[in-house]
């Protein structure tokens, strides 16, 4: 995939780089906050070979990519000036809800400490693993270790989200991160463990326990964006970057503590305190909903509203029993599309369901959702209940997360303690129940007409020439998985002699790379030839490469198609392997290889 055309095409078609608010992305999603929602072409991007779908929800305008999206997005950031936007020419944007603007907000800021925040959970998950079997004990100079390493992200949670809510809130990092750490000044916390008082000019200051916490950092940075920016746009540039972050800290570090800090303190434990009336109403009924709707949640990116929630149920309880109902809904999405898997005879869309399941093994449920199960509806609604019965026996049992992790096969450690056996066997159990009941009842296979046409479609038998002088070698022998493991397709490779490559076949040129280092052929009868010269020479750009031939020339089995200077590739490291393979194999019934050159 060409990420950095994708990047292009999707900026292109969200109204230009002028349009981009801002943007980040997530595991699956590149998420924009867009001025002006209606200058973007969704239905252009969801045709983009590369997207899944388009999603405009929590105020933002969400590219599904996949498992892709990071390459796509450092494609994007590579190309634009949007990984360096200035706050301080920002345009008039469109007003959004508050709950939009909520979302949007929450998202921004929890987004891209996810992978950390799931490693932490998950070495968490696996401590307590080998504590409870006796493998390792508490006091040992190992375990103490890797509790650092799984502690250290949330106790030190204030200063991670309060940089994270400055880009979001456009000020200063480093300032932010400054009054971040103020939260948990060790002798702050040692006066309040002591029950020291302590006044700021004769004002009682009230102490309280920020670490792990959420609320207090996030609030301080946005009060913090104003002040910050008071300054900054005021102050004369000869003394604006020393005395800004001086009055900032002068007054933002005080006010927080007396005023910001207690009162997002107070609304912390509000939020905690509600939440646990709710589920002590009904444990079950509380995981029922969640493992019914979540799904729902994430498709219009609500979710994000609750892990703020997730994350003080652990700062206050040192447990979650959210994250187990999500564990539900997630295994029954698992499930659903595994059952299409099974049931479909449409190759193309088995192959997107296998993915798409794998994906959801590991919590990334988009590809399964977008591609699969909301497409034909059926399959989406059996994984949405079947996830509200199992999250309610989760939330009987009063199943609980150790951490915020990613809701994977892999996180089972996360969920050690009370109920972890119903989170095992429900996370099973409700991928089989959805996996049967899909199968049954929640999809009817439909093969498409272009299929049915092309399984009646006589297979042809094909030549094809050594395309160099050198010595043929078998496909499983190159060094390049993709290639040797026949994903590409049948063919095999050459280890050239000299830096000339000719077409193996009689047939059209239907693209060239523009890195020149790789030659589609379409032949005379059909069969689509890759000649691909060297492994990982794309990144040599088109150096040392030259191209004879030009898109939909006709060619014989001989013709020249490229020179290249083989020493040199050789000297920059690279493997000059040329490897010939046909990639709609399936279409050809037997691949006869000549070794040796056709004649000009």
Not at 34 to 61: P, Q, R, S, W, Y
Request: proline share 4%; hydrophobic share 45%; aromatic share 10%.
């Amino acid at each position: 995939m060409n990420y950095k055309q994708l990047a292009s095409d999707i900026i292109q078609n969200v109204g230009g780089e002028g349009n981009v608010e801002n943007v980040y992305h997530c595991a699956t999603r590149l998420r924009f906050t867009l001025k002006e929602d209606k200058k973007a072409n969704k239905t252009a991007i969801e045709n983009l070979d590369g997207v899944i779908t388009v999603v405009e929800a929590g105020g933002m305008f969400q590219v599904v990519i996949g498992n892709n999206v990071n390459n796509v997005y450092e494609a994007l950031v590579e190309n634009t000036d949007l990984g360096e936007q200035d706050s301080s020419e920002e345009e008039p944007k469109e007003k959004k809800g508050l709950l939009n603007a909520f979302i949007d907000m929450i998202a921004g800021v929890f987004a891209p400490t996810l992978g950390v925040l799931a490693g932490s959970g998950l070495i968490k998950g696996v401590l307590a693993l080998l504590s409870s079997t006796g493998v390792l004990a508490p006091e040992a100079g190992t375990y103490v270790i890797l509790n650092v390493a799984a502690d250290t992200f949330f106790y030190f949670l204030p200063v991670f989200l309060a940089y994270t809510a400055s880009k979001k809130f456009k000020t200063d990092p480093f300032i932010a991160m400054t009054l971040g750490a103020s939260l948990i000044y060790p002798t702050l916390l040692t006066a309040f463990n002591d029950g020291v008082s302590l006044d700021f000019v004769g004002i009682p200051v009230i102490l309280a326990k920020y670490s792990s916490t959420v609320i207090p950092a996030i609030l301080a940075v946005w009060v913090l964006s104003y002040v910050e920016r008071f300054f900054r746009t005021r102050l004369h540039e000869s003394v604006r970057n020393l005395l800004t972050p001086f009055f900032s800290l002068m007054i933002m570090v005080p006010l927080t503590l007396i005023v910001v800090g207690p009162i997002a303190d107070f609304a912390s434990t509000m939020l905690a305190n509600g939440y646990l009336a709710v589920y002590n109403f009904s444990p079950a009924l509380s995981g029922a909903v969640i493992g019914g709707l979540w799904q729902v949640f994430v498709i219009f990116g609500l979710h994000w509203g609750l892990v703020p929630v997730m994350t003080n149920n652990l700062a206050f309880y040192s447990r979650d029993t959210l994250g187990p109902a999500c564990m539900m809904a997630v295994s029954a999405q698992a499930g659903a599309v595994l059952g299409v898997f099974l049931k479909t005879k449409n190759s193309k869309l088995k192959s997107l369901s296998l993915s798409a399941f794998i994906s959801a093994l590991f919590g990334i449920t988009e590809p399964a959702v977008y591609g699969v199960t909301l497409k034909y509806k059926k399959p989406f609604i059996i994984a949405c209940l079947t996830g509200a019965v199992f999250g309610g026996i989760s939330g009987a049992a009063g199943a609980g997360a150790l951490a915020v992790a990613t809701r994977s096969i892999l996180s089972f450690p996360v969920y050690i303690g009370q109920g972890f056996v119903w989170v095992v066997a429900g996370y099973f159990l409700s991928m089989i129940s959805a996996c049967i009941l899909t199968y049954l009842f929640g999809y009817k296979d439909e093969v498409s007409e272009e299929e049915t046409a092309a399984s009646v479609v006589e297979k042809k038998e094909i030549t094809l020439a050594t395309p160099a002088t050198g010595q043929m070698v078998d496909l499983i022998d190159v060094k390049d998985a993709t290639f040797s493991s026949g994903a590409l397709g049948d063919g095999f490779a050459v280890i050239p002699t000299e830096g000339k490559v000719y077409s193996p076949v009689n047939g059209e040129i239907s693209s060239i790379f523009p890195t020149k280092h790789a030659i589609g052929i379409t032949s005379d009868e059909g069969a689509e030839v890759l000649v691909h010269i060297g492994i990982d020479t794309v990144n040599l750009n088109g150096k040392y490469f030259d191209t004879v031939v030009q898109d939909g020339a006709k060619v014989k089995a001989g013709d020249l198609l490229t020179t290249f200077d083989l020493e040199q590739v050789k000297e920059n490291g690279y493997d000059p392997t040329i490897i010939v393979v046909v990639t709609n194999s399936n279409r050809i019934s037997n691949i006869t290889v000549e070794n040796e050159l056709h004649s000009q």
